[in-house]
Structure formats: C-alpha cells, structure tokens
C-alpha cells in the first residue's frame, strides 16, 4: 500500500515545512508495517514536497493515519500549507523481494 502526498507550503513556511516532514518521517520509518517513508523537495518549487511512503497492508497505514506524530504534524499544517494536501492512495501489485 503505497500512500503519495503532494504538498505545497507558503514561501515563508518552506523551510518549517521540511522540518516538520522530516521529524515525523523519522518517528513514522519506527511504526510496525512501515517499509519506506521518504521526503522529497522539488528542485524548480521548493515549496512543493512529496511524500511517500510505503505500507506492509491497510492496517499498517490506518495505523499510521491515526497516530498522534501524525495528528499532530496535521494540526499545523493549516498555518504551514498553502492549499490542502493532494493524496493518492495505490495498491502495490509488484515490489523487489528482500535480500
């Protein structure tokens, strides 16, 4: 289960914006079933972040959407953001086996 957000930040929030990621995808990378979580910055608007993250199932990111890391990094969002999050939830139907 692979959960894609798209978010843009205020110029002036930029920079808080990618703390705020990067501190919840160290607590999330931590979360049973959590396979990858992953800030990206865009280089032509780097006020545009995606974020990435890959789930072991539904339960493992249910879980994650209810967390208090999460809700809380929510609760700022409205001051941070620009437009709300654009999120796009896919079904993983293929990924490298393990080493």
Same mark, same amino acid.
Not at 9 to 14: Q, R
Not at 19 to 38: D, K, P
Not at 92 to 99: C, D
């Given at each position: 289960?692979?959960?894609?957000a798209h978010l843009h930040?205020?110029?002036?929030? !930029?920079d808080e914006l990618a703390?705020?990621?990067?501190? *919840?995808?160290?607590?999330? @990378?931590?979360?049973?079933?959590? $396979? #990858?979580?992953?800030?990206?910055?865009?280089?032509?608007?780097?006020?545009?972040?995606?974020?990435?993250?890959?789930?072991?199932?539904?339960? !493992?990111?249910?879980?994650?959407?209810?967390?208090?890391? *999460?809700?809380?990094?929510? @609760?700022?969002?409205?001051?941070? $953001? #620009?437009?709300?999050?654009?999120?796009q939830m896919c079904d993983?139907?293929?990924?490298?086996?393990?080493?």
């Open positions: 289960m692979l959960l894609i930040s205020h110029p002036h929030t !930029a703390a705020t990621l990067c501190a *919840l995808a160290t607590v999330s @990378r931590a979360e049973a079933g959590c $396979l #990858s979580y992953t800030v990206h910055r865009r280089r032509d608007q780097p006020e545009v972040f995606v974020v990435c993250e890959l789930y072991r199932d539904q339960a !493992a990111c249910d879980a994650h959407l209810a967390s208090a890391p *999460l809700r809380q990094a929510l @609760r700022r969002f409205d001051t941070l $953001l #620009s437009a709300p999050p654009v999120l993983t139907i293929s990924m490298p086996s393990p080493l």
